[in-house]
């Protein structure tokens, strides 16, 4: 009998409203993956501080992140491939998340501020609000050199979206 396929992980990431949620939805359709939305292990007073208009600090995302390292760990450890949505601004941030039991692959959604801010604004009912979108941009960190990410453009069209990214979850 075949081995089963080693499980993966994936992090989809990028600024807010660029598609991660989207996208693990479709890893989740097409791949079968486990979804999680980061946002949903965020502690009450980190969704309180972004509510409010202020943005997170590195002392406010340190635990987040962890527990979205326990969260992909327990899948992995359960042999599920796991998609996470995480912003993944920051190069540290990127490296506590590569200490994984497995390595992950970063997917990461680029797109300019004008297409996003536009996006973002159309989103109801989520607690990031439209005046956070400059400061995503500041924090973001550029991720050439990074083998283990791979950029995807959110100008193009959905469907090549769509196929880059799943492309991109096989690798």
Avoid at 62 to 89: F, G, M, T
Avoid at 102 to 126: D, E, N, T, W, Y
Avoid at 137 to 161: G, I, K, Q, R, W
Wanted: net charge negative; glycine share 4%; aromatic share 6%.
């Amino acid at each position: 009998m075949p081995e089963p396929p080693t499980p993966r992980a994936i992090i989809l990431m990028g600024v807010s409203g660029c598609g991660k949620t989207t996208f693990g939805e479709l890893l989740k359709r097409e791949l079968k993956f486990d979804f999680k939305d980061g946002d949903e292990l965020h502690s009450p007073a980190n969704v309180a501080k972004m509510a409010s208009g202020q943005p997170l600090n590195d002392d406010d995302r340190r635990p987040w992140l962890n527990a979205i390292c326990q969260y992909i760990d327990q899948k992995l450890y359960e042999h599920e491939s796991v998609a996470v949505a995480c912003s993944a601004l920051k190069r540290s941030y990127r490296q506590q998340l590569r200490q994984l039991s497995q390595p992950p692959i970063f997917i990461h959604l680029v797109g300019s501020m004008k297409l996003i801010s536009s996006r973002q604004a159309k989103r109801a009912g989520h607690y990031m609000p439209p005046e956070l979108m400059q400061s995503q941009f500041d924090a973001l960190e550029p991720t050439h050199n990074e083998d283990d990410v791979v950029e995807v453009s959110v100008e193009l069209p959905l469907l090549e979206v769509e196929r880059q990214v799943l492309a991109a979850a096989k690798r």
